[in-house]
C-alpha cells in the first residue's frame, strides 16, 4: 500500500487518451478484484471501460452479486448507495466523482417528506392508509423513511409492480419525489388523473385541501428530471410532420402530454429492449438522456433503423457527465496501490435495505 493517495489535480490535465492508457493499465493490474459498473447515461470515454452496464435496477443486481472488492460506479450518488447497501460489508463501494448527484433525488429531503408525513396526519391516518415509495433516484436516508413506514422503492422499470404491491396493502400511495413517473405509472393503471395531487412541499398541506388528500389515490411529490422536463409534445407533432412513420418512445420521467403521445413508455432498459428488437425500417423518437440515445443510434443504424432525440436542443444529464476519463484513471491507480478515495458508506442500511429488498422481491 503506498502511503499518501494520490490528488485529483495530477490527473485533470491528462488527456483522454493517456487516462485510458491508465485506466486500462490499472484494471489489469486489479483483475476480478475490482468491477466498473456504467449507468446508460454514462459519456462514452467512460462507458466503455464497463464490466457491466445498465439502469439503476440491474447494476444493483450486478453490484448485490459480485465477489469483488471493490465497486467503481460510474453513475450519480444515489446508485452508489444502493450498491453499498445492496453489496457485503467487507466490499468497498466508490464513486468516481463526488459531486454527481441528481438534480430530481435533490427535490426530496427527509426533512420535507417527514413534514409531509406529519400533515398528512393530519388529515388521515397515514400509518395505516398510506404505503410511502421513493423512487430508487433519492437519498439513502429516504429510503430508510419507506423502510421505516412499512413502504418500497421503484425504478422505472418496476414502477408498476411496486404500485400494484402497495395497492394490496393500502390504499393510497405517497409518491417521490418524481412527480412524472408517479403520474405516468398510475395512469396506465387507470387511476384517473383526479386521484393523483401534487404536493407541493413549499406549500402547507401540500397546497391541497383535506378533502383533496381524503380522496387521492396517490400523493404525487412536485419533483421532476431537469433532463426529461426538456421534451415536450409539440417536438413529437413537429417531428411527426416530417416524418408520420416515426414511432415515438419516452422515458416515465417525461411529462404526462409527452408519454400520452407517446407510442411506448419506459425504462432505459425497455426503451434499448424496444428498438433493438424492432423491425428494420423503422424510425424512432426517443425522449431519454441523449449519451444513450446517441449510443443506441449508432448500434442500430447498420439494421437501417433511424433513431432520433427528441429534443432540439441538448439535453444531457450534466451530473452523470461529471464522470471522467480522468476522475476514473485517479481512482482505478489508486485502488490498485491500495488506496481507497471517495468511498460511498450508508451509515443507517438497515431500513433502507427493507425497502430495497421489499422490491427486488417482486422481480
Ligand atoms: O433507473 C435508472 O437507471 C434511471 C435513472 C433511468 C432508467 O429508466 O433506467
Ligand atoms: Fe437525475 Fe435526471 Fe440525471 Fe437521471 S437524468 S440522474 S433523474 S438529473
Same mark, same amino acid.
Given at each position: ?70 465497486? !467503481? ?15 457485503? +460489508? ?22 420535507? !417528506? $417527514? ?57 393510497? !400511495? ?17 387511476? +384517473? ?17 383535506? $378533502? ?32 408520420? $412513420? ?28 424496444? !428498438? ?35 429534443? +432540439? ?51
Amino acid at each position: 500500500m503506498s502511503a499518501t493517495a494520490k490528488a485529483i489535480q495530477d490527473y485533470s490535465l491528462l488527456d483522454d487518451s493517456e487516462c485510458d492508457r491508465r485506466i486500462i493499465s490499472a484494471k489489469k493490474k486489479l483483475g476480478d478484484r475490482c468491477i466498473i459498473l456504467a449507468h446508460h447515461y454514462q459519456r462514452n470515454e467512460v462507458f466503455k471501460h464497463a464490466d457491466f452496464s445498465g439502469d439503476s435496477l440491474k447494476l444493483s443486481h450486478h453490484a448485490a452479486d459480485s465477489k469483488a472488492e471493490y465497486i !467503481v460506479f460510474c453513475g450519480v450518488h444515489f446508485m452508489a448507495e444502493v450498491a453499498d447497501i445492496l453489496s457485503r +460489508p467487507e466490499q468497498i463501494t466508490v464513486l468516481p466523482d463526488l459531486a454527481a448527484g441528481c438534480s430530481m433525488a435533490d427535490m426530496a429531503d427527509l426533512k420535507k !417528506v $417527514e413534514q409531509c408525513w406529519k400533515e398528512l396526519n393530519s388529515v388521515l391516518d397515514a400509518d395505516e392508509e398510506v404505503t410511502p415509495v421513493t423512487y430508487i433516484n433519492s437519498a439513502a436516508d429516504l429510503k430508510a423513511f419507506c423502510g421505516r413506514h412499512d413502504g418500497i422503492v421503484c425504478t422505472s422499470s418496476n414502477a408498476k409492480q411496486v404500485l400494484d404491491w402497495c395497492f394490496e396493502k393500502r390504499e393510497k !400511495v405517497l409518491f417521490f419525489p418524481d412527480e412524472h413517473l408517479g403520474r405516468n405509472t398510475g395512469y396506465r393503471m387507470d387511476i +384517473p388523473l383526479d386521484k393523483m395531487m401534487v404536493w407541493d412541499f413549499n406549500q402547507p398541506l401540500g397546497g391541497l385541501t383535506k $378533502e383533496q388528500i381524503k380522496v387521492a389515490k396517490i400523493i404525487l411529490w412536485k419533483g421532476f428530471c431537469s433532463v426529461h422536463q426538456m421534451f415536450q409534445a409539440e417536438q413529437i407533432d413537429a417531428f411527426k410532420e416530417r416524418y408520420p $412513420e416515426t414511432i415515438v418512445i419516452a422515458h416515465p420521467e417525461a411529462n404526462f402530454d409527452v408519454c400520452e403521445k407517446a407510442d411506448y413508455v419506459g425504462s432505459t432498459e425497455m426503451i434499448l429492449k424496444t !428498438v433493438r428488437d424492432a423491425k428494420p425500417n423503422t424510425r424512432w423518437l426517443v425522449a431519454t438522456e441523449l449519451n444513450l440515445v446517441n449510443r443506441l443510434k449508432e448500434e442500430v443504424k447498420g439494421q437501417a433503423k433511424a433513431v432520433h432525440f427528441m429534443s +432540439p436542443t441538448v439535453s444531457m444529464c450534466s451530473t452523470m457527465f461529471r464522470t471522467d476519463p480522468q476522475h476514473l484513471a485517479w481512482i482505478l491507480e489508486n485502488l490498485a496501490e491500495g488506496n481507497v478515495v471517495n468511498q460511498i458508506q450508508v451509515q443507517d442500511k438497515i431500513q433502507a435495505k427493507k425497502a430495497l429488498d421489499n422490491m427486488l422481491l417482486l422481480n
